[in-house]
């Protein structure tokens, strides 16, 4: 699988938008990108994934750009429960295997 | 309709103790993931199991560590002998099976503390 590179750390302020970039620059035809969040001790929450066209769904929108080499998580209107780290993985989804492998992640901070 | 549940919630062992961790899988799921993740590091991958088969342990130390998924019950991650390095909090996931690409349901995790 294809490696990520995402900053450490981001603030946002609550309401506003929150952009969270991943780099995946060797990313192959056949990876999907797939974004998932974890709340302070709790298990990772999934949020949205995708190959090659945007997509939105209750949660955020993930905009791929169309050489496919990154892409940005939007949560539209963060809360102060969005305070989470974000994981950027970039899986094939070829079903050998599903197993995902998690990197150091963003931790967002939604400030007051 | 439950989510994975993970029993239980914290564990407390002494060091040379056994622990056993429980993972139930959703409903209707028949594939189930590992990972440990250590204080103030990231989740790693341990194993992956299919209903009576290991298909990937490709993360799981040589020694003292094992998984199982029976035909009937929950998922056991088993630690034998354990050592202060083995606290941390382990967190089991599911997905239906068979499907390239499928989301996987992660539980609460298990803390897992050694004396």
């Known amino acids: 699988d294809a490696k990520t590179t995402q900053p450490t750390s981001m603030d946002c302020a609550e309401g506003r938008a929150a952009n969270l970039p991943c780099n995946h620059s060797t990313i192959s035809g056949n990876e999907y990108v797939y974004w998932y969040r974890q709340i302070h001790s709790q298990g990772p929450q999934y949020i949205i994934h995708g190959l090659k066209n945007n997509e939105t769904n209750e949660m955020a929108s993930l905009i791929i750009t169309e050489d496919r080499k990154s892409s940005t998580l939007i949560l539209p209107h963060a809360t102060l429960r969005d305070t989470a780290v974000y994981y950027c993985i970039v899986r094939v989804a070829d079903g050998a295997t599903n197993k995902l492998i998690f990197g150091t992640g963003t931790l967002l901070a939604v400030q007051p | 309709n439950a989510g994975v549940m993970q029993n239980p919630r914290h564990l407390v062992r002494r060091r040379g103790q056994e622990a056993r961790l429980r993972c139930s899988p959703m409903?209707?799921?028949?594939?189930v993931y590992w990972y440990r993740q250590l204080p103030e590091e990231g989740l790693k991958f341990m194993v992956y199991?299919?209903?009576?088969?290991?298909?990937?342990e490709s993360g799981m130390p040589k020694e003292r560590f094992s998984a199982e998924f029976p035909k009937e019950g929950p998922s056991i991650l088993r630690i034998q002998q354990v050592v202060r390095g083995d606290s941390a909090a382990y967190f089991c996931a599911s997905s239906p099976g068979g499907n390239p690409g499928e989301k996987l349901f992660f539980g609460s995790g298990t803390q897992l503390s050694v004396l």
């Open positions: 409903k209707g799921h028949s594939h």
């Open positions: 199991l299919q209903k009576e088969n290991i298909i990937d």
